[in-house]
């Protein structure tokens, strides 16, 4: 399929998605042919607030799945996303401490830029950053798996109540069917 092809089906609104090999991708557009439509007319009229901040992981599997998730929940555009590997465990994790930081800096900015109110941790089921940083034992089991992240929302949870107790935190774990459930 060429490029412009690829092009009336993004126009049409259809759904292409090629799979591309590492040997192929040398043949991909340079990125100053490509104009995505933007919702964003005028700042005044879309105004500047995200009532939410989605805490995702970086897992590629499921972007589509999350987006649509987010949309069907709360409408387009109504939330800023930090995307970390693991999520919950990418804010507050022994291995990568300097990520901690990273993840408060953000929901400081969230927060005042875009006066959100709550931050939504959505991790998800076969974590490749969970079975890294807490062990394959941790998620070989769908019970382990619920309560390995249970308790890394306990911690994100606690963390973000002492530095930012206005904020309401929502926890929930999709499966890689798409099916999302919440774990406190």
């Given at each position: 399929?060429?490029w412009?092809n690829?092009a009336?089906?993004?126009i049409l609104?259809?759904?292409?998605?090629p799979?591309?090999?590492a040997?192929?991708?040398h043949?991909?557009?340079?990125?100053?042919s490509?104009?995505v439509?933007?919702?964003?007319s005028t700042?005044?009229e879309?105004?500047?607030?995200a009532p939410y901040?989605?805490i995702?992981c970086?897992?590629?599997?499921?972007?589509?799945?999350?987006?649509k998730?987010?949309?069907?929940r709360?409408?387009?555009?109504?939330?800023?996303e930090?995307?970390?590997p693991?999520a919950?465990?990418?804010?507050l994790?022994?291995?990568?401490p300097?990520?901690r930081?990273?993840?408060?800096d953000?929901?400081?900015?969230?927060?005042?830029?875009?006066?959100?109110t709550?931050?939504?941790?959505?991790d998800?089921?076969?974590?490749?950053?969970?079975k890294?940083l807490?062990?394959?034992a941790?998620?070989?089991?769908?019970?382990?798996e619920?309560?390995?992240?249970a308790?890394?929302f306990?911690?994100?949870?606690a963390?973000?109540?002492?530095k930012?107790?206005?904020l309401?935190?929502?926890?929930?774990?999709m499966?890689l069917?798409g099916?999302?459930e919440?774990v406190?």
């Open positions: 399929m060429t412009n690829m009336l089906f993004f609104g259809l759904s292409f998605h799979i591309v090999h040997d192929t991708a043949n991909e557009p340079p990125a100053e490509i104009q439509p933007s919702s964003v700042p005044e879309y105004g500047h607030i901040l989605l995702t970086m897992d590629f599997r499921l972007r589509d799945e999350v987006q998730f987010m949309e069907l709360f409408g387009p555009d109504q939330y800023d930090l995307i970390l693991g919950s465990l990418g804010a994790n022994a291995q990568f300097h990520w930081q990273t993840f408060e953000v929901v400081k900015l969230s927060v005042e830029l875009h006066h959100s709550r931050v939504i941790f959505l998800h089921r076969n974590c490749g950053a969970y890294k807490k062990g394959e941790c998620c070989d089991e769908r019970a382990k619920t309560q390995a992240h308790e890394q306990q911690a994100v949870r963390l973000l109540q002492d930012f107790p206005t309401q935190v929502e926890t929930l774990i499966g069917d099916q999302v919440t406190d």
